[in-house]
């Protein structure tokens, strides 16, 4: 099985925020992003992006993937967030508002001016019309693209939408991004819940993310980590029929038809099963 990293839990963290930062080394998330972008004000930013830059390199957070969230294209501070984040050699630099695939050209070919070392990803945010429309060819617009990050309320404004249970209104906007990340055979992370006292309702919307395909979500709050934790994990009882299953499989192999628990056993449903195993795997050494 390929390695495979969890994204589980992708918490916002604001990087003017000395405590945020702090804070942030001992919570059990997967991922941080180090946010540059909305949630520092201007005036706070060029200190910002040298606190995010200090994180990352510092050596303190342990498994969790770390990334750095840059303003804008097209703002004043976008091009040295850029250049700083990529030269620090982050997991990844997250661009808000990815629109084409010649945007992600040339990001890439910034952030490779600026030094990024190979284990660098871009991260792109997903969120405008223009981007959902064209998402497939961002998708696939670069070895360095590595995760499409879904900015929920930036599209839900711009299609002068809702913000309801269940996410009608832009439903087919989210699935039409899981089919372009799929395709392109890259990792997709879902929008944030705004509500943090609505612990029912980001339960059931992680849990509708799981089920849509999602490999997890973002956060704005330390106390949604745990939920999106274990929504976008195996259950017990999904490791232990993954093991059934293969088991079955690798016992008939030459008998014709196999089954498990009843039902019919193809190779699609091995795949889903080793896919299964490897992410328990995964989040099992990452809170190991």
């Not at 991260?123 to 405008?128: F, R």
């Not at 699935?175 to 992370?189: D, E, N, P, S, Y």
């Not at 490999?215 to 709050?221: N, W």
């Not at 449903?269 to 490897?278: D, G, I, N, Q």
Request: hydrophobic content about 45%; charged content about 25%; glycine content about 8%.
């Amino acid at each position: 099985m390929s390695e495979f990293t969890p994204l589980r839990s992708v918490l916002y963290m604001p990087s003017s925020n000395a405590k945020a930062i702090e804070k942030a080394k001992t919570l059990p998330i997967d991922a941080v992003i180090f946010d540059l972008e909305d949630a520092v004000a201007p005036d706070a930013k060029p200190s910002a992006r040298d606190a995010a830059v200090a994180a990352v390199t510092s050596g303190d957070y342990g498994r969790r993937t770390l990334t750095i969230r840059v303003n804008g294209i097209g703002t004043e501070w976008h091009d040295d967030d850029l250049a700083a984040a990529a030269a620090a050699g982050p997991a990844a630099v997250v661009v808000p508002k990815v629109d084409s695939a010649d945007e992600v050209h040339a990001l890439v070919a910034a952030m490779e001016k600026a030094g990024a070392p190979d284990h660098t990803r871009l991260w792109a945010m997903i969120e405008t019309p223009v981007a959902i429309l064209d998402v497939l060819s961002i998708a696939r617009a670069s070895e360095r693209l590595s995760v499409l990050v879904m900015g929920t309320n930036d599209l839900v404004k711009e299609l002068y939408a809702e913000h309801v249970p269940g996410r009608a209104p832009i439903l087919p906007s989210l699935h039409t991004a899981l089919l372009a990340a799929r395709a392109a055979g890259i990792a997709i992370v879902d929008g944030v819940y705004n509500d943090v006292k609505d612990t029912e309702g980001f339960l059931a919307e992680c849990e509708q993310g799981r089920q849509m395909g999602f490999d997890g979500k973002t956060l704005i709050h330390p106390g949604q980590v745990e939920g999106a934790n274990t929504a976008f994990a195996p259950s017990e009882k999904a490791i232990e029929d993954a093991r059934g299953l293969i088991q079955a499989w690798e016992g008939g192999k030459g008998s014709g038809v196999v089954t498990y628990n009843g039902r019919m056993v193809e190779n699609l449903h091995v795949a889903s099963a080793e896919r299964t195993l490897s992410i328990a795997e995964a989040v099992a050494a990452l809170e190991g």
